[in-house]
């Protein structure tokens, strides 16, 4: 069975940096997209971002765009998400999610990780 | 780039079915979307992927009471025979050439 566990989250304060991984089994990691999405307390599902099975075309929600960068270590079978200048409205459980179909960017997600806490707050 | 509207809440009796919905903006209805159960202090799980055809493919170990089907710009849950543990919010998600979307979600309440 597939298996995603993040990792990293945390209390960290306004301005602040954090960085998320994602450790992959059971599957060829280094053939599927794999993305970040979030939910802040109370809300519902928002897409972060995504990264090709290569990393070599990733893609950010507006809101993030220029302050987080998804990446990943075929080599490794994880996935990262470095967040800077970390704002209140980054609160959220963070989630690592694979998408279906081997090599295609245009993909449902699949499968998805048990999610890591992110508080920003002073 | 596209946009999914659900309703904010369904209610149904147990044992009973229901029908969720989710709609593709204008410009997008021909859009797959996949649907995705979160129940209460968990993490989502991925239900089926459903295409503008109405064709459906369910991952692994969503029971038979789970089924897909579209009209137009409209996607379709179904789930027959509700229990009780089906009380969850129900997501669409869908995907573009630089994005991907979901919908806000329609909380399920099982009487």
């Known amino acids: 069975e597939v298996q995603l566990l993040e990792s990293g989250g945390g209390l960290v304060q306004p301005g602040g940096s954090l960085r998320l991984s994602c450790a992959a089994s059971?599957?060829?990691?280094?053939?599927?997209?794999m993305s970040w999405v979030r939910q802040a307390p109370g809300k519902g599902l928002e897409w972060v971002s995504t990264i090709s099975d290569s990393g070599g075309r990733t893609n950010y929600a507006d809101s993030v765009k220029g302050r987080f960068t998804i990446s990943r270590d075929n080599s490794k079978h994880t996935l990262y998400l470095q967040m800077n200048s970390l704002r209140a409205d980054d609160t959220a459980v963070y989630y690592c999610?694979?998408?279906?179909?081997?090599?295609?960017?245009?993909?449902?997600?699949?499968?998805w990780g048990q999610g890591t806490l992110v508080t920003v707050s002073s | 780039q596209p946009v999914l509207t659900q309703s904010s809440s369904a209610s149904a009796s147990l044992g009973s079915s229901v029908k969720l919905t989710c709609t593709l903006s204008?410009?997008?209805?021909?859009?797959?979307v996949a649907w995705h159960q979160q129940q209460p202090g968990k993490a989502p799980r991925y239900l089926m992927k459903l295409e503008f055809s109405g064709n459906y493919n369910k991952g692994s170990g969503v029971p038979d009471r789970f089924s897909g089907s579209s009209s137009g710009a409209d996607r379709y849950l179904a789930i027959s025979n509700l229990q009780s543990d089906d009380e969850a919010n129900y997501y669409c998600?869908?995907?573009?050439?630089?994005?991907?979307?979901f919908g806000g979600g329609t909380n399920l309440t099982v009487l």
């Open positions: 059971e599957f060829t990691f280094s053939t599927y997209v």
């Open positions: 998600e869908t995907w573009d050439t630089n994005t991907r979307v």
């Open positions: 999610a694979k998408t279906a179909d081997s090599g295609n960017y245009f993909s449902p997600t699949d499968y």
């Open positions: 204008r410009g997008h209805s021909s859009y797959m």
